[in-house]
T-cell receptor, first 115, second 112 residues
């Protein structure tokens, strides 16, 4: 149990376009979802925390207008990278947790490449 | 603010040898502690976690970790490493707000 999926697993886009990444909890209700970013050979950095039905809470230094997060249901959160630039190229990983869970479960990640 | 330190960026061990990966945290109280493993281009897999109680925690794949409050450490160990254990290992802490703070990671290479 406690499976989290992400789609797409890999995306390449042109500079200036927007990209949407989906994070789904497949077998539990995700009251809270987290979005992390991982640069090559580096650790994961928390970008934002989203609670279902509420606005996301962004970490310091993360532009909320650039990284739009929506958590409209208990099984789906989306991260939209708006007006993407090459420096946004990274590995984006979501995780989710629920009321009956004592830890968070991670998705497989999405590799974004902006040309 | 809480922080997690993994002093070893890269470790190489021979297959069958024992392994210890170090993790130190900085936090006023005892946080929730985790070890994750990540294969190249993949997501994270939870190896084990410590919330309270017995300070020696058993995880999957033969891993264990010991919480030492006096040293603010949560080192990961395995008595005999397999070639399939080659990966990146992350220590992480949760200080109560449920988001995780990760260490910088230790890359494990296993020699035949």
């Amino acid at each position: 149990g406690a499976v989290v999926s992400q789609h797409p697993s890999r995306v390449i886009c042109k500079s200036g376009t927007s990209v949407k990444i989906e994070c789904r909890s497949l077998d539990f209700q995700a009251t809270t979802m987290f979005w992390y970013r991982q640069f090559p050979k580096q650790s994961l950095m928390l970008m934002a925390t989203s609670n279902e039905g509420s606005k996301a809470t962004y970490e310091q230094g993360v532009e909320k207008d650039k990284f739009l997060i929506n958590h409209a249901s208990l099984t789906l959160s989306t991260l939209t990278v708006t007006s993407a630039h090459p420096e946004d190229s990274s590995f984006y990983i979501c995780s989710a947790t629920g009321l009956q869970l004592d830890t968070q479960y991670f998705g497989p990640g999405t590799r974004l490449t902006v040309l | 603010a809480q922080s997690v330190t993994q002093p070893d960026i890269h470790i190489t061990v021979s297959e069958g040898a024992s392994l210890e990966l170090r993790c130190n945290y900085s936090y006023g109280a005892t946080p929730y502690l985790f070890w994750y493993v990540q294969s190249p281009g993949q997501g994270l897999q939870l190896l084990l976690k410590y919330f309270s109680g017995d300070t020696l925690v058993q995880g999957i794949k033969g891993f264990e970790a010991e919480f030492k409050r006096s040293q603010s450490s949560f080192n990961l160990r395995k008595p005999s490493v397999h070639w399939s254990d080659a990966a990146e290992y992350f220590c992480a802490v949760d200080t109560g707000r449920r988001a995780l703070t990760f260490g910088s990671g230790t890359r494990l290479q296993v020699q035949p």
